[in-house]
């Protein structure tokens, strides 16, 4: 499994992004999908998550009502979409693919910087 994460860059606060990472190697839609994030000296976080069909999303307190993780079976693809975007939400965000044997595969990373 391959995973690669694009859409990171420098924002103002209040600004908004769309972060996408693209599956591949497997069938996606078996898979399901979450987003991290690490700050400098803290630990990796859960943002996001996505089962398999979709139908059950799970957000950290911290971005409830701002952020929204989707996926795209059909691009094997899921997205994080984050508004209103905080200083304190500048970070490293990880895609994180999860099977259902327990194999867990992580993208590369990209830069999310919030600052004014």
């Known amino acids: 499994v391959q995973l690669v994460e694009s859409g990171g860059g420098s924002v103002q606060p209040g600004g908004s992004l769309r972060l996408s990472c693209v599956f591949s190697g497997f069938t996606f839609s078996r898979y399901a999908m979450s987003w991290y994030r690490q700050a400098p000296g803290k630990e990796r976080e859960l943002v996001a998550g996505l089962t398999v069909a ?38 490293v965000y990880y895609c994180r693919a999860l099977g259902t044997a327990g194999a867990v595969y992580w993208g590369q990373g990209t830069q999310v910087t919030v600052s004014s």
């Open 54 to 91: 979709g139908r059950s999303t799970k957000y950290a307190d911290s971005v409830q009502g701002r952020f929204t993780i989707s996926r795209d079976n059909a691009k094997n693809t899921v997205y994080l979409q984050m508004s209103s975007l905080k200083p304190e939400d500048t970070a």
